[in-house]
């Protein structure tokens, strides 16, 4: 039986995470990391981390990353509706670290194409930009990335991808329903590509999480503080790491035979079939 290292058990191996500087796509990098492998760390913008207050620069958290768990990291910037740019996100990372074993797709959002959320944003007067934006950010972004990374892993035969989807894409809403719709498709496509690389033995899966206490979720919305405890119930608000820590399933060892998965990260708050 083959023996399982799980405090380093992704040294010598390369991810990289999209939609990394804050959030859970830094809980993400940070859990890789932890566990040995050098990582990418892609932002939009250099200064996207200081947004909600929880950083400075994407520079500075490739540094704090690989500071604290004595790893490689790079800070790419890219935008990844644009497959020009992807390409030179996928390049760079190479030359930089080395071949990508390990990519965790969690760019996204309900993000107006001017910032901030649509307005209105509901599923008949959300305006054909944000629409689009919307469909851009989370949808076509997933499909470009995953595109280009894929074919890098498929010669060598070896590779996880994980996608962040949403427990939004499991229920019919009015509100935020054009991300609901992206993330759905964003799921299927998960499914539709693990099918295709089943034979190239590349793992391709999806975590969904529910609410979760990132600084752009605390930062746009009224939160019920009774369900931020940590403990004595799971009717409450997910903690980063709550969710980060399933990536080391999925991106792990212990994934090897996992594919075509979409994990619910949300206490429970979905206790239905897919």
């Known amino acids: 039986m083959p023996t399982y290292d799980a405090a380093r058990a992704l040294k010598d191996k390369v991810a990289l995470v999209t939609g990394a500087g804050r959030g859970l796509g830094r809980a993400f990098a940070e859990r890789l990391a932890n566990l040995g492998a050098d990582v990418a760390i892609h932002g939009m913008r250099e200064h996207g981390p200081a947004e909600y207050g929880e950083g400075s620069t994407l520079t500075a958290v490739a540094a704090d990353v690989a500071a604290a768990h004595g790893v490689r990291t790079i ?21 930089q670290l080395g071949p990508i074993d390990i990519l965790v797709h969690n760019a996204g959002g309900d993000i107006a194409a001017k910032g901030g959320k649509p307005d209105p944003n509901d599923a008949v007067g959300i305006s054909e930009e944000d629409v689009r934006a919307v469909l851009d950010r989370n949808l076509l972004s997933t499909i470009l990335t995953c595109q280009a990374v894929a074919k890098e892993m498929m010669p060598r035969r070896q590779g996880r991808i994980v996608t962040i989807g949403s427990v939004a894409a499991f229920k019919g809403r009015t509100n935020a329903s054009i991300y609901a719709v992206a993330k759905a498709g964003m799921t299927h496509y998960t499914r539709c590509l693990a099918d295709q690389l089943r034979s190239y033995d590349i793992t391709v899966n999806c975590i969904a999480p529910g609410d979760t206490r990132t600084g752009r979720f605390m930062g746009t919305r009224a939160v019920d503080q009774s369900r931020m ?38 206490g429970g708050g979905q206790c239905w079939a897919a």
Not at 75 to 95: H, N, P, S, W
Not at 239 to 257: I, S
């Open 75 to 95: 800070r790419v910037l890219g935008d990844l509706t644009q497959g020009a740019d992807i390409a030179r996100v996928v390049e760079t990372t190479t030359k």
């Open 229 to 266: 405890v940590e403990t004595g119930t799971l009717d409450r608000i997910a903690t980063v790491d709550e969710v980060a820590r399933v990536v080391e399933v999925f991106a792990g060892p212990l994934g090897a035979f996992v594919s075509g998965q979409v994990l619910r990260v949300d």
